[in-house]
């Protein structure tokens, strides 16, 4: 069963955006971009090095660079009681 985003989250992991560009094995003077979004644990980032090792043995397009930017989107200052609901009508 998968895991919800929200339970990621809250054990301290966050969103990463990764940029990474390689080139096209045909054309080996193009760059081509792929961009994707997953979350991941920092420092170390075991998912995003899963994915590049993924990347080195099973793509034919080698990697030209690798850039990304990560960010806790829940921390434990954003938390606090809520006392009641109002209903706005």
Not at 38 to 43: C, E, I, K, R, S
Not at 46 to 64: M, N, Q, V
Request: aromatic share 14%.
């Amino acid at each position: 069963m998968a895991r919800s985003d929200f339970l990621m989250q809250l054990e301290g992991y966050g969103l990463s955006t990764i940029e990474i560009h390689y080139y096209l094995p045909d054309y080996p003077k193009l760059l081509q971009l792929f961009a994707f979004q997953q979350y991941d644990l920092a420092p170390r980032f075991p998912a995003l090095k899963s994915f590049l090792d993924y990347w080195s043995r099973e793509i034919e397009g080698p990697l030209h660079s690798v850039r990304m930017a990560h960010q806790h989107l829940i921390g434990p200052s954003e938390w606090r009681a809520v006392d009641g609901v109002i209903a706005i009508q």
